[in-house]
């Protein structure tokens, strides 16, 4: 089992950056495929980027990619996720989420795929 705990979020105005961190508990953090979910008022959660056991293989939605980058560093268990050039429309809470799996070269981009979720930071990108 594995615990995730995000942090990072805040308030940036549209066009700047900011990093999101989600570090995980357990010892087989690199036997889990991570991904980034947002969920905005009034709407659904959705996908918003994935990475594989190694972070060598990363699948973005198309409303972040060349904008958000994930990535983790195993030694630390934990996931990040680079905004750059964020829009209003990025305004959500943020959810990191884990999926064991045995498969390294897995990512997964589906909410119901995931077996953990932290419990989500707010990003607030003012115009």
């Known amino acids: 089992q594995v615990q995730l705990v995000e942090s990072g979020g805040g308030l940036v105005q549209a066009g700047g950056s900011l990093r999101l961190s989600c570090a995980a508990s357990g010892r087989t953090f690199s036997s889990y495929a991570m991904g980034w979910f947002r969920q905005a008022p009034g709407k659904e959660r959705e996908f918003v980027a994935a990475?594989?056991?190694?972070?060598?293989?990363?699948y973005y939605a198309d409303s972040v990619k060349g904008r958000f980058t994930i990535s983790r560093d195993n030694a630390k268990n934990t996931v990040y996720l680079q905004m750059n050039r964020l829009e209003p429309v990025d305004t959500a809470v943020y959810y990191c989420?884990?999926?064991?799996?045995?498969?390294?070269?897995?990512?997964?981009?589906?909410?119901?795929?995931?077996?953990?979720w932290g419990q989500g930071t707010q990003v607030t990108v003012s115009s």
């Open positions: 990475a594989s056991w190694s972070g060598e293989r990363t």
């Open positions: 989420a884990a999926r064991l799996t045995t498969n390294y070269r897995a990512y997964y981009t589906g909410i119901g795929e995931y077996n953990y």
